[in-house]
């Protein structure tokens, strides 16, 4: 089945403790994203990455990295996590453009205490 | 800059009511691409329909329509005969051809609360 899976869907954490929600894909697709949803802001860009080793910053960067070393994952990576990246997560490819529409992963529900 | 916005922050209806969700976008490109995505309480996002710039035909799927209209930058949804499944959160999104870059940003609007009553 052509999908986007994240790990975990559901985190609580502590301030200043690194994590990483992992993100896979089996569709092949060149692009990749990562956006943040959080209540009355829709979703957000935070980074995406249109092939390997490229990368680009979307509208809310801070306080994330990612990486593609390998064309199928997509980890999110937070170095030190403060509260107000408390956020639902969304992972999510298309094959070429967003102009494709992405398919979006099931969603990490993260709460930072 | 691009943005999408979705004035309806909550709808509620009874079942079998129709209902229209707006969406507004804004763009200074001309190549464009508008989505809808409908989120369930369980809290994925799927994807509805897809729609470019140059596809101004108004779209039928079922129960679902969409109502694109350039004049007015708007890319409206309407579903008929409503039933409680169809309560969701909808958003509205936009892309852009404009710059590589640009090709790879779906802009969300804010998202409309729909709830159907039985």
């Known amino acids: 089945e052509a999908q986007v899976t994240q790990n975990p869907r559901y985190l609580i954490t502590v301030t200043g403790k690194k994590l990483t929600v992992t993100c896979s894909q089996n569709?092949?697709?060149?692009?990749m994203s990562w956006y943040r949803q959080d209540p009355g802001l829709g979703l957000r860009q935070i980074y995406y990455?249109?092939?390997?080793?490229?990368?680009d910053k979307g509208d809310v960067p801070e306080g994330y990295k990612v990486s593609r070393k390998e064309k199928r994952n997509f980890p999110l990576i937070l170095e030190s996590p403060s509260p107000n990246q408390t956020s639902l997560y969304f992972c999510a490819s298309s094959l070429n453009r967003a102009n494709y529409g992405y398919t979006f992963g099931s969603g990490t529900r993260l709460t930072v205490v | 800059a691009q943005k999408v916005t979705q004035a309806q922050t909550e709808i509620s209806v009874v079942e079998k009511e129709d209902v229209t969700l707006d969406c507004v976008y804004e763009t200074r490109d001309t190549t464009y691409y508008l989505f809808w995505y409908k989120q369930p309480p369980s809290g994925e996002l799927v994807f509805l329909i897809r729609?470019?710039?140059?596809?101004?035909q108004n779209e039928i799927s079922g129960r679902y329509s969409w109502n694109f209209q350039k004049s007015t930058s708007s890319f409206n949804f309407t579903i008929t005969a409503s039933q409680v499944v169809d309560s969701a959160v909808y958003f509205c999104?936009?892309?852009?051809?404009?710059?590589?870059?640009?090709?790879?940003?779906?802009?969300f609007g804010e998202g409309t609360q729909l709830t159907v009553n039985p």
């Open positions: 999104a936009l892309s852009s051809l404009r710059r590589e870059t640009s090709g790879s940003r779906l802009t």
């Open positions: 729609r470019n710039s140059f596809d101004e």
């Open positions: 569709m092949n697709h060149e692009y």
């Open positions: 990455s249109m092939n390997v080793e490229v990368t």
